[in-house]
Structures are given as C-alpha cells and as structure tokens.
C-alpha cells in the first residue's frame, strides 16, 4: 500500500482519532489504504471501520479484514451510508485525509499532473462526466478566471484565463503538454512548477466539485459523530484549511458564530488542538508532499 500512497501524519492522526479499541470508526478517504490499515491494526476484533473513496484504483486497495466495510462514494454522503450501514446512533471517530494520493498524481494517464505528457482528465471518479478538458475548452473566460482566482489563488488569473481562450480558438487543448503551451507566456521564470501547481490545483477542485464536497463532509460528519467522538482531518491548502478550522470553530464554513437564547455557541464541535499540528522534518525529508499538511483534530460536543 506504501506504493500505492504513503500516508501522511499516520501515527499522529490514528493516535488522535483512537479512543477504544473496541469502537467504530470511519475513514472518509481511503486512498492507498494507509489510514484505514493503521487504524484496523490497533483495534480489537470488536472494533469495526468503515471506509470511502470514489476512485476505483483506490477500492482495489482494500485489505482482507472482515471488521471493514469499504464504500465507493463520495464522502460528501457520509451521514446517509453510516446510517444505513447501522451506525445512526453515532459513531467514535472520523478521519480524513484531503491530500490527492501519490497513485494519482504519478498515474500518468490520470492527468493529475503537468509532469507528464497526458490527457486533461483530472477525475477522482473515473465515472463521472466532466473532465478538466471540459472546463478548458467549455468554460468562458469570465468562469475561467473565477476557479484559478478562488480555487489556485493564481495570481495573474485572468492573464491564464485569457490565454487558455485564445489558445482554443485554433485547436482543442486536450492534454497536459497542450494547457502548458497555451500559458507558457505567463509563467514566471525560476517558478513554473510552483505557479502550474496552482493551475492545476484550481482544476482539479473544479473538476471534482472538492470544496462542495467538503462543506458538505463536514457537515455529515459532525452529524454522524457521538458525543466526545473526534473528528481528525488533514489538509493540505490554505482553502480547504480554512473551511475546516471555521466549521470547527463555528459549525459553518464561513466562521459567523452563532448563539442560542443564553448566549451559549451553537457549534457541534470544539478544537482539540488551537494550533494545527505539522509533519516532523524526518517525514517531509521521507515524503515530500507531506510539507504542506496540517492535521486538526476536533471533539463532538
């Protein structure tokens, strides 16, 4: 599995999600399967974990351990299939790793990455219909411009947006070496890798609807927890950090906190840890996409 993805913060992010080894716990992105099989290691066999992921390359991963339930879905659903797995009285603990896995960004064919020469794919869910290469080629330029400005926080947005159009106006860009052509005169120098990143991160969020997902996960989430249950989730963009540490602080994603009749705040959760904790220089020096991680924890009210 280690091939498949190494999974980031493991033993601070099972440690914190753990509270009985007899209770039952959920995994909402299964990935390589990293997370999932930590946790099954150090339960007993009355434990039981129920795990998510939309892409069928991941589902492959599934280890042979009778106390796990493996869903294909889309975490945004979580509430709904815990309770209709049996689960609706709450469960004890929730993880989420919101990293794109190693598989996919070095599975050429995926488009996950301008590394390689690939179609414009870019689907978490090889099922689903659109593809980066529709947004390329289908989106106006004002749409454009919006994902790389919000999503990429791409500075020259509309400079990239406006390039993409005119590109599309002689041919189609259908793959990975095309969209760098298209731009290639509005990368900074000594940065390109840095800058396509942002590009593709935009993409890639667009293309999966992540942060809709996401809003919604917390939600369920939050939801589907019992009382002093954790919720454990690992980021890895300012964005989607950002919605994590409003909804624990408030309950929405906004961060607007909100009071009952006596003045007593209404979110669900609280923060466990005030300061996201970050990956030790032995694992970024081992992994390198674990240097932009930051794991929060927080408990169900």
């Known amino acids: 599995m280690s ?14 999600l753990i509270s009985s080894p007899s209770g039952i716990y959920a995994d909402a992105t299964f990935g390589g399967g990293g997370h999932t099989s930590e946790i099954l290691r150090r339960l007993s066999p009355e434990g039981r974990v ?11 991963n599934r280890p042979d ?42 599975t050429a064919e995926r488009g996950f ?11 978490m869910n090889q099922e ?15 749409e454009l411009e919006k994902i790389l400005r ?24 259908n793959t990975t070496t095309e969209l760098g052509k298209a731009i290639e005169s509005a990368l900074p120098k000594f940065a390109e890798h840095k800058f396509l990143a942002k590009v593709y991160q935009a993409l890639r969020i667009e293309v999966n ?28 963009h300012s964005l989607e950090d950002r919605m994590v540490k409003n909804f624990i602080k408030a309950g929405n994603i906004e961060g607007k906190v909100e009071k009952d009749f006596y003045g007593n705040a209404t979110a669900p959760l609280k923060a466990v840890n ?14 390198t996409r674990a240097r932009s991680a930051k794991l929060r924890i927080a408990e169900k009210i």
């Open 274 to 287: 005030r300061k996201p904790i970050l990956p030790q220089e032995e694992e970024i020096a081992a992994n």
């Open 50 to 60: 129920v795990s998510f992921d939309r892409d069928s390359d991941a589902i492959a």
């Open 65 to 106: 351990d009778s106390r796990l339930t493996l869903i294909r879905s889309d975490f945004r659903w979580i509430h709904n299939h815990l309770i209709h797995q049996g689960y609706g009285d709450g469960i004890d603990g929730i993880l989420a790793d919101l990293g794109v896995s190693s598989h996919q960004f070095d």
């Open 113 to 123: 990455s301008f590394r390689y020469d690939a179609p414009l794919d870019m689907r």
């Open 209 to 236: 609807q992540e942060m809709k997902s996401l809003e919604k996960f917390l939600s369920g989430a939050s939801k589907a927890l019992k009382p002093g249950g954790k919720m454990v989730i690992i980021t890895y």
């Open 150 to 173: 919000i999503y990429g926080e791409v500075d020259n947005s509309r400079r990239i947006a406006q390039l993409i159009c005119k590109a599309r106006e002689t041919a189609p860009i």
């Open 128 to 142: 689903a219909a659109m593809t980066a290469t529709d947004i390329v080629n289908g989106y106006e330029m004002e």
């Open 3 to 16: 091939e498949y993805h190494n999974p980031v913060l493991l033993d601070e992010s099972v440690s914190a």
